[in-house]
Nanobody, 130 residues
């Protein structure tokens, strides 16, 4: 059971990237998926999540209206489209699984909590720099 995030890179402020989260050895369709990031010296921060099959999503305020999470269960993939990138978006980005309704829980609580997520894979570096 493993997740792999990919698609990171170096981008200028205002640019865009699309991250992908792929699963090997299991199907993502039964899980909510969260995207997290961790900058040097900072705690891991949840930025977006999506329920398993009803399309419910949640974003933290710092990325709302700039990032978009989506999933293609047929391809066993989850994506994070990141637009209007800022210097402060620089971090290693990770994806992880959670119970199917985790995004609904995040909407209700206003938080994406790392301890509710499992199957963390290797992250992908996103660097926003001019």
């Amino acid at each position: 059971v493993q997740l792999q995030a990919s698609g990171g890179g170096l981008v200028q402020p205002g640019g865009s990237l699309r991250l992908s989260c792929a699963a090997s050895g299991f199907s993502l369709e039964h899980f909510a998926i969260g995207w997290f990031r961790q900058a040097p010296g900072k705690e891991r921060e949840g930025v977006a999540c999506i329920n398993s099959n009803d399309g419910t999503t949640y974003y933290v305020d710092t990325v709302k209206d700039r990032f978009s999470i989506s999933r293609d269960n047929a391809k066993n993939m989850v994506y994070l489209q990141m637009n209007s990138l800022k210097f402060e978006d620089t971090a290693v980005y990770f994806c992880a699984t959670a119970r199917p309704w985790a995004a609904s829980t995040a909407q209700a609580t206003g938080k994406i909590l790392p301890h509710e997520y499992q199957s963390w894979g290797q992250g992908t570096q996103v660097t926003v720099s001019s």
